[in-house]
């Protein structure tokens, strides 16, 4: 069953990796689609994050990247997926991500899923990620190490 994960992605995280790589498994088919979000402002283009990803997944069976300029409901249907699949990490994101779903299967008819993320990775984010590689702190701990080195001047 083909399913899409969807995000910013700015910058890929050690979350999203681990997120990517059970659901591929779990699914057979995953596409990890890159998208902007106009609330989360510029950083890096869609293009360098889609390329950054594919070096943390390379290898992955069952699991593709791909940029996708649109809306995600446009998304789900031109790529053929049966479901979008989210990362929880806590009720905050259960409490933002809940509506979005509802509204998905409402307006669109379109199912979304969501996986837990491993509690020891409860604490990543890409604007973690950002603040500290903006100022030039150590952010090893949150990227996946096949890009650690290779962006770590990248938003500064
Ligand atoms: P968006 O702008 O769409 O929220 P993100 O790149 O921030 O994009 O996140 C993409 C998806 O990955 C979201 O479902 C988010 O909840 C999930 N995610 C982010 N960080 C983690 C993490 N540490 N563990 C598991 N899922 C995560």
Redesign the pocket.
Known sequence: MRVI??????P?????V??ARRAAALYGDLVVVV?G?P??GPGLSLERRAALLDKCLAGTPGLRVQVYRGLLADAVKDLGARAI?????DQG?YQ??KPVADGFLDLFGVETV?????PE???????MARQLLRLGGPAEGLLPEAIAQEIKSAYR
């Open positions: 994960y969807p995000g910013s992605f700015d890929p995280t050690r979350g999203h681990d997120i998208m979000n609330d989360k699949l989210r990362g929880l990490r994101d933002a991500e969501f996986m837990q993320c491993r990775l409860g604490y990543v984010s890409s604007s």
